[in-house]
């Protein structure tokens, strides 16, 4: 559906008028009188700057257009370039010194910069344009993403248990297999720019070194911190309930042989000196986020540093961002299918045996990370004084999601969005601090690490001293610091934590059948983690919109 209409700026009810087609063509399309009202609010308060900065002859085109299941309204008119949201983080607190024209002219930035990315200007060869998307398909992408949810379960259980064995293997192996890896291999296509783009974009736009270091600083200390309280609760809840039968596994045949590669040096100094890499292009083939990290680091400060070139090298740069994170959201349009594929396949592969035997490391495992969601509530309620009730509704998308998916890398670009248009958080924190905290940010992995660990010690019978489990509990924090936030990375690790311990290598084999199980809550704790910082980051810079956070969804 496709509309377009032009209002003469000369008419003096022009902008009644476009206003009156926003709203037939919203109502039309039945986006829901929410929506609506939104939608009408930016459009009433971009087309008052349009007619501020254009001439008195010209005319407005307003044009209302679907695309991907969401409906855009774009605005175009001739005029001078401006900015529509003017600084709205440094003027929120120097309102109640202004003048009336200058206060309502704040509040107009900051009620536009509210609307995040749902919300883009761009000037032209002397044409302002504006392009408002009306939030529908984001509506129908958690309504889908929960269906996608359920009709997995039932699709895993019945290939499992009621159809035929040759049928359920053509399935997986013709159909949902394929789905599963062509939308990761799509994710990973765009996981480097995003991390790169986003970043170089929001250092670019520090004003000083001391900014961003200090916003770092924070950021960095909060994720060891949290890191180093997930691995507290899970010593203490593994120890508090000792899962599994002391030396139930010592014979070796509880165990399958399982082949998993621990030859890798996961020293802090080789983990320091990796960060660096030795070519430009090697960190996006290979998807380095350390390497990308630092890169982004290097161009963003450098940006700032050209003088005479930073505003275009800038802009370059935000019209990269711009361009990854649209062509990430046509790839998270595919996200409930993604979904569907992923937990049928995982249903399947499960085994009901493997299930009960292991109950009891599993109830230790999801209790560890409900208290760590308990934790950052209360990190946010007293941290960030703000309501933790709202955070976790604002963030049940990104939690089912993760849950899903289990890759805090794939969940970047919809974190990011949702911290920016239902969190109110300003990019120059959440560009920063999300791709940094799906690197070093491993809360989830941190407890499978100490509870499994501790598991299949006692399931070999192997004793393990306060020493060795305080030299556990260091390595474990370092360990998440480089292990990537990718499907099944948390395995290689706990590979080095059980020949740490003693325990072999083959012990890994009464885990393997529920660890993507194990995987998905990992990745659910991990990405809130994420947010959460995020949130108490921006709180205490001033970078976040309270009455965006507090608005009802």
Request: hydrophobic share 50%; aromatic share 8%; with cysteine.
């Amino acid at each position: 559906m496709n509309s377009s209409k032009y209002f003469s700026l000369s008419d003096k009810s022009s902008v009644r008028d476009a206003l009156v087609f926003v709203q037939e063509n919203l109502r039309r399309v039945k986006t829901g009188d929410k929506l609506t009202n939104s939608a009408m609010v930016a459009c009433e308060e971009m087309i008052a700057l349009f007619v501020k900065h254009a001439p008195e002859d010209g005319s407005l085109q307003v044009k209302f257009s679907k695309s991907l299941g969401e409906y855009y309204i774009t605005l175009r008119c001739k005029g001078d370039e401006f900015d529509p949201f003017d600084n709205y983080v440094e003027k929120t607190s120097e309102l109640s010194r202004m003048g009336r024209d200058d206060a309502s002219s704040a509040i107009r930035s900051i009620l536009l910069m509210s609307y995040g990315n749902q919300l883009r200007y761009s000037n032209r060869n002397g044409v302002n344009r504006t392009q408002i998307s009306v939030g529908k398909a984001e509506q129908s992408m958690l309504k889908n993403t929960v269906i996608a949810l359920v009709m997995g379960l039932a699709v895993g259980l019945i290939l499992k248990f009621l159809v035929p064995e040759k049928i359920t293997d053509a399935v997986v192996f013709y159909a949902l297999e394929p789905v599963k890896i062509m939308f990761m291999n799509a994710i990973k296509i765009i996981i480097g720019p995003v991390i790169f783009f986003s970043m170089v974009s929001c250092l670019s736009s520090f004003k000083s070194l001391s900014e961003l270091g200090r916003i770092g600083a924070k950021v960095m200390v909060s994720y060891v911190l949290t890191t180093i309280l997930a691995v507290s609760l899970a010593v203490g809840l593994s120890l508090l309930f000792k899962p599994g039968t002391e030396g139930f596994a010592a014979d070796g045949n509880a165990a399958a042989a399982v082949d998993v590669s621990t030859d890798i040096d996961t020293s802090l100094r080789t983990t320091i000196i990796n960060t660096v890499p030795s070519n430009l292009f090697v960190p996006f083939v290979e998807t380095n986020t350390m390497q990308l990290l630092f890169l982004a680091v290097l161009f963003g400060i450098a940006v700032g540093m050209t003088e005479e070139y930073s505003g275009a090298l800038k802009k370059f740069f935000d019209a990269g961002n711009t361009l990854v994170l649209t062509v990430t959201s046509i790839i998270t349009r595919f996200i409930p299918l993604a979904v569907f594929a992923s937990v049928a396949l995982i249903v399947d592969q499960l085994g009901l045996d493997s299930v009960r035997s292991l109950a009891g490391y599993i109830g230790v495992h999801l209790s560890t990370v409900a208290c760590m969601l308990i934790v950052y509530g209360l990190i946010i309620l007293i941290f960030g004084r703000l309501n933790p009730l709202k955070f976790y509704s604002k963030f049940k998308e990104g939690m089912l999601t993760g849950l899903a998916l289990a890759s805090s890398t794939a969940l970047m670009p919809t974190n990011i969005r949702i911290c920016t248009e239902k969190l109110g958080i300003s990019h120059k924190v959440c560009d920063f601090s999300i791709p940094l905290g799906a690197t070093v940010n491993m809360d989830g992995t941190s407890i499978t690490l100490v509870i499994g660990g501790l598991f299949l010690a006692r399931a070999y019978g192997v004793d393990v001293s306060w020493s060795l489990l305080a030299s556990v509990m260091i390595t474990i924090v370092l360990l998440s610091l480089g292990c990537p936030g990718v499907p099944g990375a948390g395995l290689i690790c706990l590979g080095i934590i059980v020949q740490l311990m003693g325990v072999p290598i083959e012990a890994l084999g009464l885990l393997i059948g529920i660890y993507p199980f194990i995987d998905m809550v990992n990745t659910m704790s991990n990405i809130t983690g994420d947010v959460a910082v995020t949130t108490v980051v921006a709180r205490s810079e001033g970078l976040i919109d309270t009455d965006v956070y507090n608005r009802h969804d």
